[in-house]
Structures are given as structure tokens and as C-alpha cells.
């Protein structure tokens, strides 16, 4: 994974958490995979599509956060631990979290901001009453 300025990193997390002019910034200043990881989040194909060609580590990370333990996998094997942990973090393991936010609170907190965000969609994925409706 390519090293990001610390200002990247905090933008793409205010982007994961639904600032879409930071969003559409990344998208537009030689950070797409970041401003399409925001939509891949969201289940955007054609996202998902571009990151598995371009910066499959992404997906594996998003793919992790949903349990997918092969993709935690496949991001260990191939070098990408801080990616693994961000996405074990996001996905409920406390000790991940806690060694992200000794370690690497930047990440740390990233991995709270997509944890946030799939957590919303799971609690309207569960929502009765909003069935249909999106």
C-alpha cells in the first residue's frame, strides 16, 4: 500500500463518515481509490469493480469488515497487516481496536468511522419499517 499523507488519511476518513465534497476532492486529486472505497462501502459495483483491478487490498479490507475471514486472509498474506487490522477493528475485535489506537491512532480511528458506517447499514438493513423503501 502506498504511503499516504497523514492529511489524506484524515481526509479520507471524514469521507468514509459522509463528507462527499472531501469525497469527490480525493476522487479528483490522484486519490480515487480512496473516494471509491467511500462508494464500494456502500455496495457501488462498478466501485467494487475498479478497486478489485486497481487496489484490491481495499476491497479485501471492506470484504473483511463483513466477516469474510479469507479476505483477512489474503490481506495478511500479501503484506497488508495494518489493512488487516483496520478491517478485524471495524468488525467488532476490541483488541484489534485497542492495538490500532496504541499504535496507529490515525488508522484507529479510520477503522471507528467504517465501523460507524456499516454498522448504520446493518441497523437499516434490520429496519422493518424502512424496508422498501431505499
Request: with cysteine; aromatic share 12%; charged share 30%.
Amino acid at each position: 500500500m502506498k504511503k499516504y499523507p497523514e492529511k489524506i488519511v484524515i481526509a479520507w476518513g471524514e469521507a468514509i463518515s459522509g463528507n462527499l465534497e472531501i469525497r469527490d476532492w480525493l476522487m479528483k486529486n490522484n486519490y480515487p481509490e480512496l473516494g471509491l472505497f467511500c462508494h464500494a462501502l456502500y455496495f457501488d459495483k462498478s466501485a467494487s469493480d475498479w478497486l478489485m483491478k486497481n487496489a484490491p487490498h481495499f476491497l479485501a479490507t471492506i470484504k473483511g469488515v463483513e466477516g469474510k475471514k479469507d479476505a483477512i486472509r489474503w490481506l495478511e498474506i500479501n503484506g497488508f497487516n495494518l489493512l488487516a487490522k483496520v478491517a478485524k477493528a471495524a468488525d467488532n475485535d476490541k483488541e484489534q481496536m485497542r492495538w490500532l489506537m496504541l499504535n496507529d491512532k490515525l488508522f484507529g480511528v479510520l477503522a471507528q468511522r467504517i465501523k460507524l458506517v456499516k454498522d448504520d447499514i446493518e441497523e437499516a438493513n434490520n429496519d422493518v419499517h424502512r424496508w422498501g423503501y431505499e
